[in-house]
C-alpha cells in the first residue's frame, strides 16, 4: 500500500520530463563547423590538423564528406554523392575515398570511386582555399561534423 505515492510521483515526474525535450516541429540549434584555417597563419601551416565535414548541393546533385588532415601534410576522407532523377524514380550513388598531400592549397589526391557497379582510380588536384574545398566545378562549405 506504501507503493502507490510513489508510482504517482514516479509517473509525474516521467510525464513532466517528456515535456522537456525538444517539441515537434521545433529545429535543434546547428553547431557551427570548426574552422579548417588559421586566418592569422600562411601556406601549409595555417591549414588546421583534424578532421572535417564538408557539403554540397545543386538541384537533384549532392555530395557531403569528411576530411581528415594531419599536422605531417596527409589528407584522406571519403565522399558521398548522390544524384536523384526524380521522372524515373532513380537514385545514384557514389562512394569515395581519398588519400594524398597538401602543398599549398593544393591538394593532390589519388581518388577511389565505386559507381553504380564500377571501381574508378584517378588522381585529382582539389584546392583548399579557407573553409571550403573546390573539386572541379564543386565548391564544397564546411559544416559541423554529426
Known amino acids: 500500500m506504501h507503493l502507490l505515492p510513489a508510482l504517482v510521483l ?4 516521467c510525464v513532466l520530463m ?5 517539441q515537434a516541429g521545433s529545429t535543434p540549434a546547428t553547431t557551427p ?14 591549414h588546421q590538423p583534424g578532421d572535417f565535414c564538408f557539403s554540397w548541393k545543386e538541384n537533384n546533385a549532392a555530395s ?3 576530411l581528415s588532415y594531419t599536422t605531417d601534410g596527409i589528407a584522406e576522407g571519403t565522399l558521398r554523392s548522390t544524384l536523384v532523377d526524380a521522372s524515373n524514380g532513380l537514385e545514384a550513388v ?8 597538401l602543398r ?4 593532390y589526391l589519388e581518388v577511389m570511386s565505386d559507381e553504380t557497379g564500377s571501381r574508378v582510380n584517378q ?4 584546392v583548399w582555399k579557407g573553409n571550403t574545398l573546390v573539386q572541379g566545378g564543386k565548391t564544397f562549405q564546411a559544416v559541423a561534423c554529426r
Not at 517528456?18 to 525538444?22: I, Q, R, S
Open 18 to 22: 517528456l515535456g522537456c525535450g525538444p
Open 123 to 126: 588522381a585529382e588536384k582539389w
Open 104 to 107: 599549398g592549397d593544393t591538394l
Open 94 to 101: 557514389t562512394n569515395t575515398s581519398f588519400k594524398g598531400n
Open 10 to 13: 514516479c509517473a509525474t515526474c
Open 64 to 66: 557531403e564528406g569528411r
Open 33 to 46: 563547423p570548426k574552422p579548417m584555417v588559421d586566418p592569422t597563419r600562411e601556406g601549409n601551416i595555417a
